[in-house]
């Protein structure tokens, strides 16, 4: 079945940099767009970024554009947020999610998430 | 950037009973391409990942319970759950697809009465 597994979260300090990863399997992650959305404590979601499946369309948020990237590795089904600059703000659970079929900009399924805290 | 608005932010609902949660968007989500609503709802429960109930607005996604229902079309959008079981206890989320950034609504948090 589906499956999406992120990891690479962790503590990190302000200003320093963190790599997610997030494994997919159990459909065909090549043919599929991919998200990050992300959840800060006791707040809600906030869309990140997303790349098409080929990785030649890509969009970010206001709030990450400049410090975050988005990339995949569709060798090794794997999807991946580069995130430098890290502030306070940043921490929270981060979650990566699978496109719709026909890059819709929809997300039909997410990952369980992993937490990024920024704290000195 | 579109603003996507919830209300209420809470409600409590007796079991088997009607919620309904609704979601506005600044400007409007509606294509004239398709004449589709780029509007979704998720339900978000603690502990799990978001789950995409509702897509253009009122297609049901497969597997939803048919007490899940979308309505509305342009910038003004609404999420019925009838007959409330115990297991829809959850915080509930609108997000427009129609441009980049991809925004969501600020939930709201459903319990029971």
């Known amino acids: 079945q589906m499956q999406l597994v992120e990891s690479g979260g962790g503590v990190v300090q302000p200003g320093r940099s963190l790599r997610l990863s997030c494994a997919a399997s159990?459909?065909?992650?090549?043919?599929?767009?991919m998200h990050w959305v992300r959840q800060a404590p006791g707040k809600g979601l906030e869309w990140v970024a997303v790349?098409?499946?080929?990785?030649?369309?890509?969009y970010y948020a206001d709030s990450v554009k400049g410090r975050f990237t988005i990339s995949r590795d569709n060798s090794k089904n794997t999807l991946f947020l580069q995130m430098n600059s890290l502030r306070d703000e940043d921490t929270a659970v981060y979650y990566c999610?699978?496109?719709?079929?026909?890059?819709?900009?929809?997300?039909?399924?997410w990952g369980q998430g992993t937490l990024v805290t920024v704290s000195s | 950037d579109i603003v996507m608005t919830q209300s209420p932010d809470s409600l409590a609902v007796s079991l088997g009973e009607r919620a309904t949660i609704n979601c506005k968007s600044s400007?409007?989500?509606?294509?004239?391409?398709?004449?589709?609503?780029?509007l979704a709802w998720y339900q978000h429960k603690p502990g799990q990942p978001p789950k995409l109930l509702i897509y253009?607005?009122?297609t049901r996604e497969s597997g939803v319970p048919e007490r899940f229902s979308g309505s509305g079309s342009g910038t003004d959008f609404t999420l019925t759950i009838n007959s409330l079981q115990a297991e829809d206890v959850a915080v509930y989320y609108c997000?427009?697809?129609?441009?980049?950034?991809?925004?969501f609504g600020q939930g709201t948090t459903l319990e029971i009465k």
């Open positions: 999610a699978k496109d719709s079929p026909t890059w819709l900009h929809l997300i039909d399924y």
């Open positions: 400007p409007s989500v509606l294509s004239s391409s398709n004449n589709k609503n780029f």
């Open positions: 790349i098409s499946n080929d990785g030649s369309n890509i």
């Open positions: 997000q427009q697809y129609y441009s980049s950034p991809y925004t």
């Open positions: 159990g459909f065909a992650f090549s043919s599929y767009g």
């Open positions: 253009w607005a009122s």
